[in-house]
């Protein structure tokens, strides 16, 4: 049995876009933005073209090997946004990252 999505992940609101000051301190907090809105994208588009993956009764009807491999997306995907906000969180914590970057 593999593990399944929850219904629909509840929306989340996106981490503001990192400002010039931030993005001087630690740059990559911009590619960080953009994956987490990709994440962001993708869960609900996964769930749109496998709706079995909403359904109430995780097993009804049996999972396709896309069903199973978008679940797994979902999965990991959430993982990742979790692990993007503990690096913020780390970094927000950091005396060392307080001066801009030496460009």
Known sequence: ?????PRAPAPR?????PGVRQLGVALE????AILEAAIQ?????????????CA???DAGGSSPCSR???QAIHLGLELRAA????RLALADDPQ???????
Do not use: K, S, W
């Open 41 to 53: 994208t993708a869960i609900p588009a996964l769930l749109a073209a496998q709706p079995e993956l």
């Open 97 to 103: 990252r307080d001066h801009p970057l030496p460009f």
């Open 56 to 58: 109430a009764d995780a």
């Open 84 to 87: 993007i906000n503990r690096y």
């Open 69 to 71: 491999c978008a679940d």
């Open 29 to 32: 907090l911009g590619v960080l």
């Open 13 to 17: 609101a996106l981490v503001p876009a």
């Open 1 to 5: 049995m593999t593990r399944r999505a």
